[in-house]
């Protein structure tokens, strides 16, 4: 028996040429312009106009009038002290830290409004000295852990301790307590102040660099360098020309006279004595923690402050 197989015929298909335009045409690309873009002449700012020379002849005269005002303002107390803080940046920075500068300025504004730039001067003879004794030996000091913190870059702590009697003399003067009869006593009690403070640093750091014996005030024990309390004869001998030497300035500035001079150098010393006492006998103790070097430093200043004026009355009563 024969197989039947079926034939299955397809229907033939149109095949396209390659060559045909069809499959190879390029799509043609129409490229447009892109829109204008309009500038508005209402944007574009003239240029600024110099000020004239006249105006500015006017600012620069009533900047120097602010600044000399006498009696000073707090307008030019503010100006002044921002303009030379401005211009003395970095020696500022090399001894106090970003905090403290603030708190230096604070101090800087009070001591111009109460006693004029003579005033300022004082502050800021004390300040470059006592910034440059601390750097003395700064090696040898952080060597003996004896060295001021960040390396003698005092913070805020340290210039409101160090300058609280005299801001409050300041005060006291600004805002005329006890009149003209009093006027001269805040004077003094200032000058006196920083005598104090500067114949303290300039005793401590000279003694840590160079003191070759350093005693216990109380029992004049021999102790190692930077001891609280401790005193050596270099750093003595030291701190009292610190404090002759600031007081000459007062006096050169107009700010106390020859006999007011000498009291606050008597003055200084009796205080530096009794901040030795305080150090040797109760600072670091139990008890008293809270007895910083910043609080110590409030105690020191207002001795020395207060002890010029006593001094001074007692004069003007014999």
Not at 97 to 119: N, P
Not at 185 to 190: A, C, K
Not at 244 to 264: K, N
């Amino acid at each position: 028996m024969a197989l039947f197989t079926p034939t299955i015929v397809l229907p033939s298909l149109p095949i396209p040429s390659l060559s045909s335009s069809s499959v190879f045409a390029t799509p043609q690309t129409v490229i447009r312009p892109y829109p204008k873009i309009r500038v508005s002449r209402t944007l574009l700012l003239p240029p600024p106009k110099a000020l004239p020379v006249q105006e500015i002849a006017a600012l620069k005269d009533s900047v120097i009038g602010l600044l000399r005002s006498s009696p000073p303002t707090w307008d030019s107390a503010i100006a002044s002290n921002l303009l030379i803080f401005l211009l003395g940046s970095p020696i500022l920075a090399s001894g106090l830290s970003a905090s403290g500068i603030g708190a230096a300025l604070l101090l800087g504004v009070l001591t111009w409004r109460a006693f004029s730039w003579t005033g300022f001067l004082l502050v800021a003879t004390y300040f470059v000295l006592g910034t440059a004794v601390t750097k003395v030996k700064i090696i040898q000091k952080e060597a003996l852990g004896v060295a001021e913190k960040r390396r003698g870059r005092r913070g805020p702590g340290s210039v409101i301790g160090s300058s609280a009697a005299g801001c409050v003399c300041a005060l006291l003067s600004i805002y005329g307590i006890g009149g003209s009869a009093l006027a001269g006593f805040w004077q003094l009690g200032f000058v006196a102040s920083f005598c104090t403070k500067l114949s303290d640093t300039v005793s401590s750091e000279i003694g840590k660099a160079y003191g070759q014996t350093t005693y216990l005030v109380t029992t004049f024990k021999v102790v190692p360098r930077g001891t609280e309390g401790a005193v050596s004869l270099e750093g003595t001998i030291a701190g009292l020309l610190a404090s002759i030497l600031l007081a000459s300035v007062g006096y050169l500035m107009g700010e106390i006279d020859v006999p007011q001079a000498v009291i606050c150098v008597l003055a200084s010393q009796i205080a530096n004595f009794g901040e030795s006492l305080i150090g040797a006998a109760i600072q670091d103790k139990e008890g008293f923690h809270w007895l910083n070097n910043d609080v110590v430093n409030v105690i020191n200043v207002s001795i020395g402050s207060i002890l010029a004026i006593l001094m001074q009355q007692l004069i003007k009563v014999s």
